[in-house]
Structure formats: structure tokens, C-alpha cells
């Protein structure tokens, strides 16, 4: 076993291809039905908001689909990821598991949404659209699509949920420095943010009436294109270079997992870093069958509360239904730090995955999960997302339970994102006034 508490791959060992789970499900998934006719939607009837080649990786059942070069070069600036072993974790907690931590904070954004926004801004550059539409929570997505969209010369129009705006202005102002138009949501630039804002006019907002409004504003603006920063099956696609660099990465440490942990909220990084695991148990493959556990805010818990049925992606009821955990289109989330994960419904691929047993599910309130953000950020050093920080409890749990069980656990959780803009989320902890 290797005494190594860093594992990097070299730029020849990046993925050269997505990994697509659907081609490995036993039960094939739903389709998204046309929500006028609920007949199942036609390709052509996204194309008002999505470009017909990722509409088409969309409905794609091939299980590998290849990275385009173009969308590899840039990838390389900050992939392959490392994965590290959090010894000095390990020490403190006084537990014989071994934690790896999988570090996806090192891209120009501090996350994991790079992986997706440059492999879509590419995509609608190829379609030949001069701009897009989009919404964000926390704001990595939003910064992470304008830095994409700045690299391929694409205009990008961004709603950020209001109490996201106005509690992380630094996100808003990554977003403009990269060339980005931010609005907080619900705004005054569309008439369902107006009417939104007529009904309450202290909304804080929420990532489904965000959607709305990107997908008001594409539909009414030519060349206008949607882009959505998790959720899709092909959002979920673009993230699995994450998952596959750490199979060959933990084949460097010398172990395999028993469990495979990441946050959720729409449910991209989650299935990023777990569905190459998922879909290694579903063909026989590797020494023994991981566990992948999805930990979400005890707030915003569709997977754990919510009911599997199809529903909206947004409130104003535009996009096509979806068969997947939700707790309803109309649902407002409380204004959690953890603006990520403040969403009302789950990836159909995850919630499949889910509905089927193949993965599992577990909800923290914000409390416990800083006070397990900081007990990493102290052993460790580096500071995470509030968002990685559920996964980060999870495995602190893992950890805790192999110690009073006396047998060792081989833990791996992604780090999809630092925490160093939203460090008031931290200051509200540290002083007391962070509540569930």
C-alpha cells in the first residue's frame, strides 16, 4: 500500500471520452414528455432552447462519447485533478479508514462547472449561437459559463438567485470580469421575474424561478441559446471525467473505495465522480461493489422527502417534464448557504439510479455540515464549498463508524468546489448566527 498522500495522473491519462451511464442502466429511463401533448418530446422540439448536438448527446445511449480536442485543450489548463489521502483528517478523527478526497477547486472557476461549460459553450459555437442564456445559484455555474463563453467569443446573460447576488458579490464580479450580463433573480428583465416580484416583491429567489427566467430570456431573443449547469443527462455526461481519473487514481493509491461520496443538488457533481463506479458495478467489473452515497441539505431533500414522479425543471412551468425525485416546481428553498444545492428536483439520471437501488441517499442540516466544513478546512488547510462540504460530513460519518467498528473503510468523497467566495457563510458560523 502506497505511503503517498497525492496521486496525479499525467495529461496523456485524461479521459479521452464521457462516460454515458444510460448505456449500462438494466431499466432504460424515461423520456421527457412535451408538457402540452405529454406525449414524449421530439428532438426537434427542444431545439427552441438547445442546440441539436447536445440535444442529441441528450438522448444518446452510447456508452462513450469522445471529448472534442478543441474542448480537451482547454480541459488540460486544470485536468486531470489530483486526488489526495487526507491523512492528517484521518489522525484526527483517530480512525483506522483511509479518506481520499477527490479536487475539483483547482480550475479558473474553483469548481467542477468548468467540465460542462466548456464542453457546451463549444457545442453552441459549433451551431453557429452568438449567445447564451443561463441561470446560477452560488454563482460557480454563472462564472464557470462566462469564462467558457468568453473562450469561444459567445455572450452570456446570467440570472443569479437573488439571495445568492446579494450574499457572494464576489461571484457576480467573477461573472463581469469575465464578460458576463448578471441579473438577480427574480429581475425586472422578464415578465415572469416582474410578475414573481408583484406577488412578492422580498422574493429571495430560487434556482427553478432562475430557470424560468433564462429560458423566458432565450425563447425571446434571436440566436439565443439555454445552458443549464446540471440537471440534463448531458450536463451529468460532461462531469464523468471526474469519476473516471479517480479509478485509475485510487489504482495508484492501491485501494478501491467502499464508498464513493459526493453533494447534490441538481446532481452533477454527484454523478461526475460516481457514476463510472455505478456503471463498473453494473458490468462485473473491478474487485467489489462500491457504494455511492448522494448527500443533500436536510432543507432541499428531493432525493430523501421527495416524490418520484415527473414535474417541471423550473416554476413557471416552460421546460419539458421529467421523470425524477422532486418536491414540487412551486417549492421555495430556504435561503441555506449552500445556494448550490438549493434546487427542488434531482437529475432524472440520479434519481434512476436512485429509484433502482444502484445509489444511495442522505440529508445534513447547514450546522453540522460547517461544522464539519471547518474541522477539514483545520486538518487539512484547504477551505471548502458549502456545497462539498455535506459530502465532506458524510465521510467524517463513514469515518467515524469505521472507528467504532474497529475495521478499516476506504473512503473517497469529491471536493467539487474552495470556499474561498463564500467565506461570509463561514463568518456566520464562526459567529454564532448560522442556523437550520
Known amino acids: 500500500m502506497s505511503n503517498d498522500s497525492r496521486f496525479d495522473l499525467t495529461a496523456r491519462q485524461m479521459p479521452t471520452h464521457w462516460y454515458n451511464i444510460a448505456a449500462d442502466f438494466k431499466e432504460?429511463?424515461?423520456?421527457?414528455?412535451?408538457?402540452?401533448?405529454?406525449?414524449?418530446?421530439?428532438?426537434?422540439?427542444?431545439?427552441?432552447?438547445?442546440?441539436?448536438?447536445?440535444?442529441?448527446?441528450?438522448?444518446?445511449?452510447?456508452?462513450y462519447i469522445e471529448i472534442p480536442d478543441e474542448v480537451r485543450d482547454i480541459l488540460f489548463r486544470w485536468r486531470?485533478?489530483?486526488?489526495?489521502?487526507?491523512?492528517?483528517?484521518?489522525?484526527?478523527?483517530?480512525?483506522?479508514?483511509?479518506?481520499?478526497?477527490?479536487?475539483?477547486?483547482?480550475?479558473?472557476?474553483?469548481?467542477?462547472?468548468?467540465?460542462?461549460?466548456?464542453?457546451?459553450?463549444?457545442?453552441?459555437?459549433?451551431?453557429?449561437?452568438k449567445r447564451l442564456a443561463t441561470e446560477t445559484g452560488a454563482g460557480q455555474w454563472g462564472a464557470s459559463l462566462a469564462m467558457a463563453c468568453q473562450m469561444f467569443d459567445i455572450e452570456c446573460v446570467i440570472y443569479q438567485v437573488k439571495i445568492s447576488y446579494q450574499t457572494k458579490p464576489y461571484r457576480g464580479l467573477l461573472m463581469h470580469t469575465w464578460g458576463g450580463t448578471v441579473y438577480a433573480s427574480p429581475s425586472e428583465n422578464t415578465a415572469y421575474g416582474r410578475r414573481v416580484l408583484a406577488e412578492d416583491p422580498n422574493c429571495p429567489g430560487s434556482l427553478g424561478i432562475a430557470i424560468s427566467e433564462a429560458i423566458e430570456d432565450t425563447v425571446t431573443h434571436p440566436g439565443t441559446k439555454y445552458s443549464l449547469g446540471s440537471v440534463m443527462n448531458h450536463v451529468c455526461l460532461h462531469q464523468t471525467v471526474i469519476g473516471q481519473e479517480t479509478i485509475l487514481q485510487m489504482e495508484m493509491a492501491g485501494e478501491e473505495p467502499d464508498v464513493v461520496i459526493g453533494c447534490v443538488g441538481g446532481g452533477s457533481n454527484f454523478a461526475g465522480v460516481s457514476f463510472p463506479w455505478v456503471g463498473r458495478n453494473l458490468r462485473g467489473e473491478g474487485g467489489k461493489k462500491v457504494r455511492c452515497l448522494a448527500v443533500e441539505p436536510s432543507s432541499c431533500p428531493s432525493l430523501t422527502t421527495g416524490e418520484y414522479r415527473y414535474d417541471f425543471g423550473d416554476t413557471a412551468m416552460t421546460t419539458p417534464l421529467m421523470l425524477m425525485y422532486t418536491l414540487g416546481h412551486d417549492f421555495m428553498p430556504p435561503s441555506i448557504h449552500a445556494g448550490g444545492l438549493r434546487y427542488h428536483a434531482m437529475a432524472p439520471t440520479v434519481s434512476h439510479a436512485y429509484k433502482h437501488g444502484l445509489v444511495e441517499a442522505a440529508s445534513y442540516p447547514q450546522t453540522s455540515v460547517f461544522e464539519a466544513a471547518i474541522t477539514f478546512a483545520r486538518a487539512e488547510g484547504t477551505v471548502p464549498a458549502p456545497e462539498s462540504s455535506h459530502a465532506i460530513k458524510a465521510a467524517i460519518d463513514e469515518a467515524l463508524a469505521a472507528k467504532q467498528e474497529g475495521k478499516e473503510r476506504v473512503i473517497l468523497f469529491n471536493l467539487s468546489g474552495n470556499g474561498m467566495l463564500d467565506l461570509p457563510a463561514y463568518e456566520a458560523y464562526l459567529s454564532g448566527h448560522l442556523e437550520d
Not at 427542444?46 to 445511449?61: D, K, R, V, W
Not at 487526507?86 to 468548468?114: F, N, Q, V
Open 80 to 129: 486531470p485533478s489530483p486526488l489526495f489521502r487526507a491523512r492528517r483528517l484521518e489522525k484526527l478523527l483517530d480512525t483506522p479508514a483511509h479518506i481520499y478526497y477527490k479536487y475539483e477547486g483547482g480550475s479558473p472557476a474553483g469548481s467542477h462547472k468548468p467540465n460542462t461549460a466548456v464542453a457546451q459553450a463549444y457545442y453552441n459555437k459549433q451551431a453557429g449561437i
Open 28 to 63: 432504460p429511463m424515461a423520456p421527457p414528455l412535451n408538457p402540452g401533448t405529454k406525449e414524449p418530446i421530439k428532438p426537434e422540439e427542444m431545439e427552441a432552447i438547445f442546440p441539436m448536438n447536445l440535444i442529441e448527446q441528450e438522448a444518446s445511449t452510447e456508452r
